[in-house]
């Protein structure tokens, strides 16, 4: 089994900083990409940011400049330092991860439970 635990989220006024953790156990072997997605009531999950092993980044349009991923292998751990937050950043955040388990399977996706952020006017 693999669990992606998460935190940081909290309150904060606008043009406020908070920064998310990840932090993934259990049978892992490896983890490829890590990224933090995020979900408002009624519409689809959205991918904000990802990292892979190799610290290759992508972000979506609306946070860049802004937030800023990062991950440490030897823990397991992969960080949101989220900037300059807007009350439109106010929604659920998950972790993800593409994990394998054992040296000869094949990566699966992972996710945490979501923490929350909320960004007062």
């Given at each position: 089994q693999v669990q992606l635990v998460e935190s940081g989220g909290g309150l904060v006024q606008a043009g406020g900083s908070l920064r998310l953790s990840c932090a993934a156990s259990g049978s892992i072997f490896s983890i490829n990409v890590m990224g933090w997605y995020r979900q408002a009531p009624g519409k689809q999950r959205e991918l904000v940011a990802s990292?892979?092993?190799?610290?290759?980044?992508?972000?979506?349009?609306?946070v860049k400049g802004r937030f800023t991923i990062s991950r440490d292998n030897a823990k397991n751990t992969v960080?949101?330092?989220?900037?300059?937050?807007?009350?439109?950043?106010?929604?659920?955040?998950?972790?993800n991860?593409?994990?394998?388990?054992?040296?000869?399977?094949?990566?699966?996706?992972?996710?945490?439970?979501?923490?929350?952020?909320?960004?007062?006017?």
């Amino acid at each position: 089994q693999v669990q992606l635990v998460e935190s940081g989220g909290g309150l904060v006024q606008a043009g406020g900083s908070l920064r998310l953790s990840c932090a993934a156990s259990g049978s892992i072997f490896s983890i490829n990409v890590m990224g933090w997605y995020r979900q408002a009531p009624g519409k689809q999950r959205e991918l904000v940011a990802s990292i892979t092993r190799g610290r290759r980044t992508n972000y979506a349009d609306s946070v860049k400049g802004r937030f800023t991923i990062s991950r440490d292998n030897a823990k397991n751990t992969v960080y949101l330092q989220m900037n300059s937050l807007k009350p439109e950043d106010t929604v659920v955040y998950y972790c993800n991860a593409d994990v394998g388990t054992t040296y000869y399977g094949g990566l699966r996706d992972y996710w945490g439970q979501g923490t929350q952020v909320t960004v007062s006017s």
